[in-house]
């Protein structure tokens, strides 16, 4: 499995930053079960839809690649889906650091 994160807007939106991708083959069994229970919970909790606008605000998309399919998870700084949340800080905080 592979999962990618690429990240739109925010103060900064003229920067394009490359996507996080996180290489579940890199991952521990226990980290592997982890991360498949953190996207089962965030497929399961549907996008709210916003109709505020947040200028400053970063949304975020999740890309969940496996053998047979490919996922698409969105989420924003104001989406207030907290299983989305708790997904991208996971795999933020397992991001191979920029630059090594």
């Known amino acids: ?3 990618s994160i ?10 394009r930053r490359p996507p996080v991708v996180i ?4 991952l521990g069994e226990a980290e592997r079960a ?3 229970a953190l996207i089962d919970a965030a497929e399961a909790q549907p996008a709210s839809a916003s109709t505020r606008r947040m200028p400053d605000a970063q949304s975020y998309v999740i890309t969940i ?6 996922r698409t998870l969105r989420g924003s700084d ?10 991208l800080d996971w ?3 397992r991001a191979p650091t920029r630059g090594a």
Do not use: C, I, P, Y
């Not at 690649?65 to 490919?70: A, F, L, P, R, V």
């Open 34 to 36: 982890e991360l498949a």
């Open 1 to 3: 499995m592979k999962v």
């Open 65 to 70: 690649e496996d053998q047979t399919s490919t």
């Open 78 to 87: 104001m989406s207030g889906n907290r299983d989305f949340d708790a997904l």
């Open 23 to 26: 290489d579940g083959t890199s």
């Open 6 to 15: 690429t990240t739109h807007g925010g103060l900064a939106a003229a920067l």
């Open 91 to 93: 795999l933020m905080a």
